[in-house]
């Protein structure tokens, strides 16, 4: 993987964090691990679920572990588990839950609780593949993101004359136009999983069946195709609208520079929107939602889920049905989903409440459910396991940074997904 220094620093840094508070589950806690540390938004909607866990006569022991796209918390899982120090519960996304359903003993099996509370009439089926295994429920989703939408500050959009895009070529136009008016075009921060990010809504821009079969069924054709060059271009064409210190910069300090108007938009997954929103702008006053120009009416999702590591302990197993059951609660389900960003991850609930990005992403949602048009987000884990996610990443990233041309990356790309499928 290309991994530059200071993701690395910021990975021992996760690691030495880990041993320092080694901990072992007490009776009256849970101890949880998981990504979520963006100040007032992510921190917030974590938060609704240990105060909800509080009321149900549960303590929480915090387990952070900073890193957006949640890949250092992942590895200091990996360790963790490997030391026989598994935590009570740990956020996942996608295929992480099927790898570790796969490890013989290391989940918890949530049946009954499921069973309860219905879950498998009230969640997406697209989450429910990654929430069973085996025809057992394994974990539990506390919200859904789609990752194709483009956040605009408003202000830079009206002083390109306000059109908003909707076609690709009516993107480039509105970001020659901020390059202009002297602001960064596209706020970006250089790592994988960011420059991943952008790769999934330029891929669903190319048509559904083009992301279906190259992503989704790695069909080498479509890989290796005319469709594939474009993308690898308009990701190129994308690289000239930054500015020069992009490298390494967190999601959530892009997200500051859109709303303080010093770039003009992000393209990030509706994470976003809960730091826009922390900072106390308002939608289509502030700032303008949209789907990726030529995604409307598609979606790449990805959801966070918890597992819950198999205990012994028959006060620990009943504190993991008792999150189950509060994650999968309507309460936090909305606390939780204001605060970051995103939306429930259950199909009942009413969208009354949220702002109008978070109603239009409702309703997006019922639609693209009913249409056939829901496709797990590469960049976030749910297009491919981890294997194939590791190589696109390496690929896209590298050719962002002007380490390979266009061509170079689709041959790459060819190459090591064939030679990871013989493995
Ligand atoms: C995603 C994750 C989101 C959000 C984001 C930034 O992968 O699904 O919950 O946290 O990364 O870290």
Request: negative net charge; hydrophobic residues 40%.
């Amino acid at each position: 993987m290309h991994i530059t220094i200071y993701t690395k620093v910021k990975v021992i840094a996760a690691f030495l964090l880990t041993y320092l508070f080694s901990y072992t589950a007490a009776a009256d806690k849970v101890e949880v691990l998981h990504w979520w540390t963006s100040k007032g938004s992510e921190e917030k909607a974590i938060g609704s679920l240990k105060s909800d866990l509080a009321k149900r006569g549960i303590g929480w022991q915090d387990m952070p572990i900073v890193g957006g796209g949640g890949g250092n918390s992942t590895t200091v899982l990996r360790a963790r588990v490997s030391g026989g120090n598994p935590p009570t519960s740990a956020a996942l996304l996608g295929y992480a839950i099927t790898d570790w359903a796969k490890t013989e003993g290391a989940l918890a099996n949530l049946n009954d609780i499921a069973e309860k509370q219905n879950w498998a009439g009230i969640i997406p089926k697209a989450l429910q593949k990654f929430s069973k295994h085996n025809g057992n429920w394994v974990a539990a989703p506390i919200d859904f993101h789609s990752t194709n939408w483009v956040w605009i500050n408003k202000s830079a959009l009206d002083a390109t004359g306000g059109k908003v895009p909707s076609t690709w070529e009516e993107l480039v136009t509105v970001l020659d136009a901020m390059k202009a008016n002297g602001i960064i075009p596209l706020g970006h921060g250089g790592e994988a999983w960011q420059e991943m990010t952008i790769f999934d809504s330029i891929f669903l821009s190319l048509g559904d069946d083009f992301y279906q079969s190259a992503f989704i069924d790695l069909d080498p054709k479509a890989l290796g195709g005319a469709k594939m060059l474009e993308a690898f271009n308009r990701m190129a064409k994308l690289r000239t609208y930054v500015d020069d210190d992009f490298s390494g910069r967190d999601w959530n300090i892009v997200v500051s520079m859109v709303t303080d108007g010093k770039a003009g938009m992000q393209i990030m997954g509706d994470w976003a929107k809960g730091v826009i929103l922390n900072a106390g702008k308002e939608a289509d006053k502030d700032f303008v939602c949209i789907r990726f120009p030529g995604t409307q009416g598609a979606i790449t999702f990805n959801s966070g889920q918890f597992v819950m590591f198999k205990s012994d302990n028959a006060e620990q197993q009943a504190m993991q049905k008792e999150m189950a059951s509060s994650i999968m609660s309507e309460k936090v389900q909305f606390n939780f989903n204001i605060h970051k960003g995103s939306i429930p991850a259950r199909t009942d609930m009413s969208g009354d409440n949220f702002d109008s990005c978070g109603q239009k992403a409702i309703k997006d949602l019922a639609q693209a459910d009913a249409d056939g048009r829901l496709y797990g987000s590469m960049a976030h884990g749910h297009a491919a396991p981890g294997e194939y996610q590791s190589i696109v990443y390496d690929v896209v990233t590298a050719h962002f940074n002007g380490e390979m041309t266009s061509e170079e990356a689709v041959e790459e790309l060819v190459a090591s997904i064939e030679d990871a499928k013989k493995l």
